[in-house]
């Protein structure tokens, strides 16, 4: 079989998009999928941070990938977000991630009260 013909181990079905396609680095990654978890489970950077105890600004950068973080710290955002570090690394599912999203939206409607007119 010549070059032309082989099949990429890699190869995808039509439409799907990896990570490195996209050219996502790992911080990327990390710092999307601390985002849509921290958004799906209603947590402001600020409660996040405090349940991880690091300071909110580090979350911040860590969320814009503008910051390097250690494996201590990413065991501390794991475990605040009850996860494991695997989850935090994982290349994202948009069909998983809008099925949470959703799922967190319709949860938060049905708990607010509604106003009496």
Do not use: F, H
């Amino acid at each position: 079989m010549n070059n032309t013909t082989r099949r990429r181990p890699e190869a995808r079905l039509e439409g799907e998009v990896s990570a490195s396609a996209r050219n996502l680095s790992t911080r990327r990654i990390l710092a999307e999928n601390l985002r849509i978890i921290r958004l799906i489970r209603r947590l402001s950077q600020e409660a996040l941070a405090e349940l991880a105890g690091i300071d909110r600004s580090y979350l911040g950068g860590v969320e814009r990938a503008e910051r390097n973080l250690s494996l201590d710290n990413l065991e501390k955002l794991a475990k605040a977000l009850e996860i494991s570090i695997l989850d935090l690394l994982r290349e994202p599912d948009p069909q998983q991630i809008a099925e949470e999203l959703l799922k967190s939206v319709r949860n938060a409607v049905s708990c607010t009260p509604r106003r009496e007119r």
